[in-house]
């Protein structure tokens, strides 16, 4: 049975305690966005990924949220970022799992387009590092 990445991904909305040396964060959402297969994804430096067994513990330090990833979404997420595109990691996982074509590109863009919206990765065009 085919399970969708992130069906798994949790968030916390208790925030991180803050000292007198914290400043101020705001995040700017896009209502809509637009992920090209050349696309590749990359982790920001103020995202920390924390592998505990097969699963993902994600913090934030921009939005000072934690995340989490089964150990689905924590082998996506992993062929995503070591990928040179999203169409490269999308061919890699097609011929590791059993599941149709569309269903396995539907899931990608919507797995890939929570993580940008939480900011767990960004999206670069693909010649860029």
């Known amino acids: 049975m085919w399970l969708q990445p992130w069906t798994r991904i949790f ?3 208790q925030r991180l305690p803050r ?6 964060r705001y995040v700017v959402e896009c209502a809509a966005m637009t992920v ?3 696309d590749r994804v990359r982790i ?3 995202v920390l990924i924390s592998n505990v067994q097969e699963e993902s513990v994600i913090l934030n330090l921009d939005n000072e949220r934690y995340y989490g990833l089964d150990d689905v979404g924590t082998e996506f997420l992993s062929i995503l970022t070591s990928s040179d595109s999203i ?3 999308y061919q890699k996982l097609l011929s590791e799992y059993d599941v149709d074509s569309e269903v396995l590109r539907h899931d990608l863009i919507a797995l890939v387009e929570r993580l940008v919206e939480n900011g767990v990765v960004r999206i670069s065009p693909g010649s860029e590092l």
């Open 19 to 24: 000292n007198k040396f914290s400043r101020n």
């Open 36 to 38: 090209s297969f050349s």
């Open 44 to 46: 920001p430096d103020d």
């Open 11 to 13: 968030y916390s909305d």
């Open 87 to 89: 169409e490269a990691a």
